[in-house]
């Protein structure tokens, strides 16, 4: 089996809460309504709803974005939810005991959320220096950019 090595990313940082006791369904409500949205937009969204699957996720993105500010030293404001998903966990499969010696199954299900944030202060820098070269007072002399054809300018390939 071959694994694919994860590429280090530079502007996103992550949390993982795993065997929450939760449907997976039940968590996945919640996330739909606040993936792709800015951070503190995602907080007062899951403060004012009234589901309660709403305060683990709460607590898992205040943690990503404590990861962000202390491991990579982004800013609050500027992240942004990139990836948020759910995933089924185990179930915790129990015995109730009823009347006559018989006994009722209790399925309790759990499910691991990964929450993902992105620093957008980079692309817009980016977008700042590419709008910077755009401006008509850049030269562009001063770089070769030239492009030679090996196929028709009887190069390599070239054989009659």
């Known amino acids: 089996m071959i694994k694919n090595k994860k590429k280090k990313s530079y502007t996103s940082v992550y949390a993982l809460g795993q065997y929450i006791s939760m449907s997976a369904d039940k968590a996945r409500r919640v996330i739909d309504q606040i993936r792709g949205r800015s951070y503190e937009e995602a907080l007062m969204i899951l403060e004012l709803m009234p589901y309660r699957g709403c305060y683990p996720i709460f607590k898992l993105v205040y ?3 404590a990861n962000a500010s202390h491991n ?3 800013k609050e404001t500027n992240l942004v939810i990139s990836k948020a998903e759910v995933n089924q966990g185990n179930t915790v499969k129990k015995l109730k005991p009823r009347a ?3 006994s009722y199954p209790i399925k ?3 499910c691991h959320i990964t929450i993902v944030l ?3 202060s980079f692309y817009q820098q980016y ?3 590419l709008m910077y070269l755009k401006k008509p007072g850049y030269s562009n002399e001063n770089r070769n950019l030239t492009c030679y054809d ?3 300018s009887g190069g390599l390939w070239d054989k009659k």
Request: hydrophobic share 15%; aromatic share 14%.
């Open 100 to 102: 006559r010696g018989r």
């Open 108 to 110: 309790r299900s759990t």
């Open 118 to 120: 992105e620093d957008t």
């Open 127 to 129: 977008e700042e220096y």
């Open 63 to 65: 943690s990503a974005a």
């Open 72 to 74: 990579k030293g982004f």
């Open 150 to 152: 090996t196929y028709s």
